[in-house]
């Protein structure tokens, strides 16, 4: 096997593996379904359960990329800014870090307060936890401009915006899209949060529901939807990177 061929089957090979493993585990030692079933459980659980699954599976995919839309363009908005000016960057920079250090577990029923249970609070709340990283990131690739490659520029007559639309934003873009691949996965632990505590739908609602039912294989089966949407929405950002920033990377191509 050629090495090209082995990166790609690697990711396969090593999740057989994993579940090879996990199977063979729970069969050895006879673990209770309720504590952890094996991957046939889950497998039998998501073909009983298929419809509810697929159905809150595209509700939980319907608030995070719109709660991730909303972050990426506040965040881009916001880290331009703060990366534009030293006085924003002073005045909004710490109020950011102490927000985000709160919990957004603890935010959630304040939003249920102000919008009731359902869509809305879940999409914000995977705003909330998708927002910082893309701030901190565009703000970081802002700031990371050479001052001496700023005098050169302003020597040849360049203004201050001409030198971040012409270098600022360029040399961002590649933060801005690995911060993307970060952020979309935090999106999804957003959104499932607020479906457990306050909604009517969603893959969160539905493992609290099944979880109260203890039933685990559903609960897993769950985990597993969240893991494939996880996996998708993060290969088509690694996608949009490459053919938006393939220039920053070709140096670290074989």
């Given at each position: 096997m050629?090495?090209?061929r082995w990166i790609?089957?690697a990711?396969?090979?090593?999740a057989i593996?994993l579940f090879?493993l996990?199977?063979?585990s729970?069969?050895v030692?006879d673990?209770?379904?309720?504590?952890?079933?094996?991957p046939?459980?889950?497998?039998?659980?998501?073909?009983?359960?298929?419809s509810?699954?697929w159905?809150?599976s595209?509700q939980?995919?319907y608030?995070?990329?719109?709660?991730?839309?909303m972050?990426v363009?506040?965040?881009m908005?916001?880290?331009?800014?703060?990366?534009?000016?030293?006085s924003i960057?002073?005045?909004?920079?710490?109020?950011?870090i102490?927000?985000?250090?709160?919990?957004?577990?603890a935010?959630v029923?304040?939003?249920?307060?102000?919008?009731g249970i359902?869509?809305i609070p879940a999409?914000?709340?995977?705003?909330l936890?998708?927002?910082f990283?893309?701030?901190?990131n565009?703000?970081?690739g802002?700031a990371?401009?050479?001052p001496e490659?700023?005098d050169?520029?302003?020597?040849?007559?360049a203004?201050?915006h001409?030198?971040?639309?012409?270098?600022?934003?360029?040399?961002?873009m590649?933060y801005?899209f690995g911060s993307?691949?970060?952020?979309?996965t935090?999106a999804f632990v957003?959104s499932?949060?607020?479906?457990?505590i306050?909604?009517?739908s969603g893959?969160g609602y539905?493992?609290?529901l099944a979880?109260s039912q203890f039933?685990v294989?559903?609960?897993?089966?769950?985990l597993?939807?969240l893991?494939?949407?996880?996996?998708?929405m993060?290969?088509?950002?690694a996608?949009l990177e490459?053919?938006m920033?393939?220039?920053?990377h070709?140096?670290?191509?074989?």
């Amino acid at each position: 096997m050629t090495s090209s061929r082995w990166i790609t089957a690697a990711p396969w090979l090593w999740a057989i593996g994993l579940f090879v493993l996990w199977e063979g585990s729970v069969q050895v030692f006879d673990i209770p379904v309720i504590i952890l079933p094996a991957p046939s459980d889950i497998w039998a659980a998501t073909v009983k359960y298929w419809s509810p699954i697929w159905k809150n599976s595209v509700q939980t995919l319907y608030t995070t990329v719109v709660g991730f839309v909303m972050a990426v363009v506040g965040g881009m908005a916001l880290g331009l800014a703060i990366g534009w000016s030293r006085s924003i960057y002073a005045g909004l920079y710490p109020i950011m870090i102490g927000f985000n250090s709160i919990p957004k577990v603890a935010v959630v029923p304040i939003l249920v307060i102000w919008f009731g249970i359902g869509t809305i609070p879940a999409v914000i709340t995977a705003f909330l936890i998708a927002f910082f990283p893309i701030v901190v990131n565009v703000a970081t690739g802002l700031a990371t401009i050479e001052p001496e490659m700023e005098d050169v520029l302003r020597a040849l007559g360049a203004k201050k915006h001409d030198i971040m639309l012409k270098v600022g934003i360029p040399r961002a873009m590649p933060y801005l899209f690995g911060s993307m691949k970060v952020a979309i996965t935090l999106a999804f632990v957003g959104s499932v949060i607020s479906e457990s505590i306050a909604a009517n739908s969603g893959l969160g609602y539905m493992m609290q529901l099944a979880q109260s039912q203890f039933n685990v294989p559903l609960v897993w089966a769950g985990l597993v939807a969240l893991a494939v949407l996880g996996i998708i929405m993060y290969a088509l950002m690694a996608w949009l990177e490459m053919r938006m920033t393939g220039w920053a990377h070709r140096g670290n191509r074989n």
